[in-house]
């Protein structure tokens, strides 16, 4: 959750307090009310405070769990190309953890017209899955 944070700040160059300033404004819902009951000294360091919002947010076993669950039901919408419908798997894949498991779940989830020809082009990586199914969407 903080990694497009993350990028942004290392981007702008900002430093710990600018980044404790910026995330203590951009927090909302949920994660606001989580911040507004915090010790003063989490909410002035930016290591302490970035690691609690990494605890709270984004290592639990049911956020796992729940990723895990839309990785097996995600399939590709009848609008949704192929890149967007690759690289939304990827990302939970990386989530998930389930790395060599990736390109059997994005053939899986390909819409059937699509998968067929990927199939038949026996890709051995990713990288060729998109291929196939861009030149499927060609077709």
């Known amino acids: ?58 290592d639990t076993e049911v956020l796992r769990w729940r990723r895990s669950q839309e990785l097996h039901q995600h399939v590709q919408g009848q609008t949704e190309s192929a890149d967007d419908y690759i690289a939304a798997i990827r990302k939970l894949t990386r989530s998930v953890g389930v790395g060599e498991l990736e390109r059997y779940v994005i053939q899986r989830g390909l819409r059937p017209e699509l998968r067929k020809s990927v199939i038949l082009a026996q890709p051995t990586s990713v990288d060729e899955i998109l291929t196939a199914a861009r030149l499927a969407e060609a077709a």
């Open 1 to 58: 959750m903080l990694c497009h944070f993350e990028k942004y700040t290392a981007y702008r160059g900002s430093s710990d307090a600018d980044k404790l300033h910026l995330l203590a404004l951009l927090l909302r819902d949920a994660a606001g009310n989580w911040y507004d009951g915090l010790d003063e000294n989490i909410k002035t360091d930016w290591t302490t405070l970035r690691e609690a919002f990494n605890q709270r947010f984004e």
